[in-house]
């Protein structure tokens, strides 16, 4: 016997009623917290657990956080290049953009060579002196810049010439 179409509305719970729908059907279970549903009536106040909310944000940043850098610092020991906006970052040297006169050219530098700053909202990766290669990484449109940036000042502070061992 072949099946026959299937009609109606399901749940994964199983089927719904005629004139119930799974809204009502959950609505008991999946509630929201309190402060969001009197959202609409007390406005700021919504985030009034104000000191539960940073330590949640605070404990899952340091998970997240020592994840992402540890697998950039991976991905770089295995010899691997990662991209962040226009830049290529190599374990031992960075591929910038160097201004010409009709367009752009890559070149590669060193990291003994090469100075960061911020400015702004922005991560800046400068070439040497008179060599008009910069990387401006903007935080919120490169993903993981400001992870990036951590790595290579680390680095730089501890004198380190390959930003695989700055945490060594």
């Known amino acids: 016997m072949k099946g026959r179409p ?3 509305r399901f749940s994964t719970d199983g089927p719904v009623g005629r004139n119930e ?14 402060c969001l549903e009197r959202w609409p009536q007390d406005g700021p ?5 104000r000191r539960d909310f940073e330590e949640f944000t605070s404990r899952i940043w340091k998970t997240v956080a020592n994840q992402i850098l540890s697998d950039i610092v991976d991905a770089l020991r295995a010899g691997s290049k990662l991209r962040f906006g226009n830049a290529i970052i190599g374990d031992t040297a960075v591929i910038l953009k160097c201004k010409k006169l009709f367009g752009e050219e890559d070149a590669e530098f060193d990291w003994s060579e090469v100075t960061v700053s911020s400015a702004g909202d922005s991560f800046i990766i400068s070439g040497p002196e008179g060599s008009k290669a910069t990387s401006t990484m903007a935080y919120r ?3 993981n810049a400001h992870f990036l940036e951590d ?6 502070s501890n004198g380190q010439l390959t930003l695989s ?3 060594s």
């Open 45 to 49: 106040r919504r985030l009034s657990k």
């Open 165 to 167: 061992n700055a945490f």
């Open 21 to 34: 729908t799974l809204r009502q059907r959950h609505s008991n279970r999946h509630r929201l917290p309190d």
């Open 6 to 8: 299937v009609s109606g």
């Open 141 to 143: 449109d490169v993903d």
């Open 151 to 156: 790595l290579i000042r680390h680095a730089f």
